[in-house]
Structures are given as structure tokens and as C-alpha cells.
């Protein structure tokens, strides 16, 4: 089982961390994706063990079903916390919503 509190953060190799995309080399582009590509299975599956999905044949349904369950997630600690100013995502959060587009 596991605890939506050690969810995985987002974080790309320090190399490419500190710079915006569109000012990556070649050689950086070539670092970030060789990354996605190695996290990118793990983490899907890791998302759907937490959200308890399995990938079916009905990709409408399942994909409805699984952002209700994200959407839902996001409002909650450690997803998000509560400010003056309302709900903020937190990184967690924002790891969350990068899995959902994997």
C-alpha cells in the first residue's frame, strides 16, 4: 500500500533543473528526455497504485474516472494547502498534475 504522503516529486536532472526549456542545448534536451523516458513507466504506475486504476480498454471512462480522483487529490493535503488566499498546490501538487499528462 502506499502513502499518498511520499508521493514522488517532479524533479529533473540538476543539469537542466535551473534553466527554462527553451534556453536547453541540444545536449540538455537530450539529458531531460533520456530522464522522462527512464521515470516516465514508474511514475504512471506509481500514479495509478495511489488513484487504485488499472489502465482498462475503455480509455474514456478510465480517463473521466481518474481526473475526478485527481481533481479531488489536488484539494487535499499534501496536494495543496490552505492560504488567506485559498488553496495553494503544493509541489506535491504539482507532481501530481505532471503524472496525469504521462
Not at 536547453?24 to 513507466?41: I, L, N, P
Not at 488513484?51 to 481526473?67: A, M, P, Q, V, Y
Not at 495543496?80 to 498546490?89: R, W
Request: with cysteine.
Amino acid at each position: 500500500m502506499v502513502n499518498i504522503k511520499d508521493y514522488p516529486l517532479f524533479i529533473p536532472p540538476k543539469e537542466v533543473n535551473s534553466k527554462k526549456p527553451r534556453e536547453w542545448s541540444y545536449t540538455e534536451a537530450k539529458v531531460y528526455f533520456d530522464w522522462f523516458m527512464s521515470v516516465k513507466d514508474d511514475r504512471v504506475e506509481y500514479l495509478l497504485t495511489v488513484l487504485d486504476e488499472d489502465l482498462t480498454c475503455d480509455n474514456e471512462k478510465s480517463l473521466k474516472r481518474i481526473g475526478q480522483k485527481v481533481f479531488d487529490l489536488l484539494h487535499k493535503e499534501p496536494f495543496s494547502t490552505d492560504e488567506s488566499s485559498g488553496k495553494v498546490i503544493t509541489n506535491k501538487g504539482l507532481a501530481l498534475a505532471a503524472d496525469i499528462s504521462l
